[in-house]
């Protein structure tokens, strides 16, 4: 397992955050997301053998997100 912090703009409100929640946790191989809008950051923990960091970047932005940096 591998874990990721992604930090996020876009970000307005907790519907926010509970919907990049709620996309990200549908990916193949994620196991846990943890998404904060009071510090605009994502944590997730996934499998790299079923994902990767760049299609869960691209989950986070298909509504409009834009994710700012990466962290592990």
Do not use: H, W
């Amino acid at each position: 397992m591998k874990s990721v912090t992604l930090k996020i703009q876009g970000m307005r409100c907790d519907g926010c955050a509970n919907t990049i929640k709620a996309l990200v946790e549908r990916a193949p191989g994620v196991k846990t997301v943890a998404v904060t809008f009071a510090s605009g950051e994502a944590r997730i923990l996934y499998d790299p053998a079923a994902t990767d960091e760049d299609r869960l970047v691209a989950m986070v932005e298909r509504p409009g997100f834009r994710v700012a940096s990466r962290a592990p």
